[in-house]
DNA sequence: TCGATCAAAATTGTATCCAATCATGACGAC
DNA sequence: GTCGTCATGATTGGATACAATTTTGATCGA
């Protein structure tokens, strides 16, 4: 959906950029280590950008910096991550009521569009990826609506956290924020029923939440994780 | 009501912290240059732990860094000043709205106290600075019954920034957000009228907004500023 | 006297260097 | 044989040195 980088980006924004795309497609697991002297190879620049951008990515949370132990790719707590989907369910649903007064039809439309192309992608397994990073397209798209870009951007900061929530807390099987929510939500919208909308986008977050593996890990994951009774 | 610095605090922790507080307080103006050696030589320390320090603070929009040409105390735009109060209206609307469900006595208690103290300070035109915090304060206090750190911090971020938009664009008269208001607004939180108390929170905001003198400078704002005619 | 061009100074951006801290592995004691 | 201690290596934190850009002011010309 979004182009490729701007070429004249500067570049510890380029690689700000690149770790955050990384983030969000599902390629950079939560937990990954980043060498600065690695990354610095790799755009042929020096540590010091290299720490600029890191530093920036930590100030939004993709990334964790501990002294003298280097950036790793965040690994949120299960306590975050309530914190982020309570923290969306809050601030997407009152951004949603508000909206309500003003959308217009072509508006709705666009949105039903989004939605549309968002179920024309084949859901091949490998790329649950890409639904995902969709589901967060359709989001971001209604808080668009709302015209606050302080909140907007706020929002992006959220959604981006929940890219590595899914990452880390994801279940095997089920599938996260589903199309029907989403289609819920438009007819919602699409009713003008501003409370039942607000009421919707919350509700729709918190399955979301719920439908996570939050559960502190089984007393010896380990020996789960290596399939051995203990 | 804070108090100092914990001296443990990383250098470039404290530097943050204490423009920051500079710029709270109203002794920092908007457009305050902010050199980098200057700063150096201050706090006993290389430029980059300052610059350090000084990303940080843009992070949070209390600070402007353009390229090669430094870093300065920020000057939000009357556009964003407008923006800034629409995203704490709605935020600050909808956590009070969610918070009143679990609020218990003792909660507003506590805010009637920090509204008492708040009108206990002498009202000495030199600080309206003093004034201007513990209004922040008396918001920040409402944002914590939330519970959701995350939405706390953002809306700490907020209140910084109306910092800045205050000290740019406060009439010379008028005193901003109203003791009077935070009293309307305890009112309602007590009468546990969440409807009422969530609109009386956005008015409240919205009204502090229509006191700014935002309108464009007259086109000659030196000529005033100089008292002559043109 | 005003304006433009250019040079010098100051300031930021980046790279490199050294110091401090943490991780890894070897050795030795129990 | 296992655990603890210590030394070595790797990595980050911070300071300095250098390059690039901007700002200032000075000189020259109209």
């Known amino acids: 959906m979004s182009e490729d980088q701007d070429k004249t980006l ?3 924004r380029r690689i700000e950029a690149d770790i955050t795309r990384a983030i969000y497609d599902q390629r950079m697991p939560p937990g990954t280590r980043l060498s600065e002297e690695r990354l610095g190879e790799l755009y042929d620049v020096s540590r010091t950008v290299v720490r600029k951008a890191l530093f920036q990515l930590s100030s939004r949370k993709l ?3 501990r002294a003298n132990r280097g950036a790793r790719v965040a690994q949120p707590s299960a306590a975050q991550a309530r914190e982020v989907f309570a923290a969306r369910a809050t601030l997407e ?3 949603l009521e508000e909206s309500m007064t003003r959308l217009t039809p072509a508006d709705i439309d666009a949105l039903r569009a989004t939605l549309a192309h968002d179920h024309d992608t084949p859901t091949n397994e490998t790329d649950a990826a890409e639904s995902i990073a ?9 808080a668009r609506l709302h015209g606050n870009p302080i909140l907007q951007e706020f929002l992006d900061e959220l959604i981006g956290q929940t890219s590595l929530i899914i990452a880390l807390y994801r279940p095997r ?3 996260l924020c589903s199309h029907a929510a989403h289609g819920e939500l438009l007819d919602a919208i699409e009713a003008g029923d501003a409370a039942r909308a607000r009421e919707t986008m919350h509700e729709h977050l918190m ?3 719920d439908a996570l593996a939050l559960e502190p890990p089984p007393a010896d994951a380990l020996a789960d994780m290596l399939g051995r009774a203990r």
């Open 10 to 12: 500067p570049v510890d």
């Open 63 to 65: 990334v964790e910096i």
């Open 93 to 95: 649903a009152a951004m």
């Open 134 to 142: 969709e589901s967060g397209d359709f989001h971001k798209a209604l």
């Open 173 to 175: 099987e089920a599938e």
């Open 207 to 209: 399955d979301c939440l």
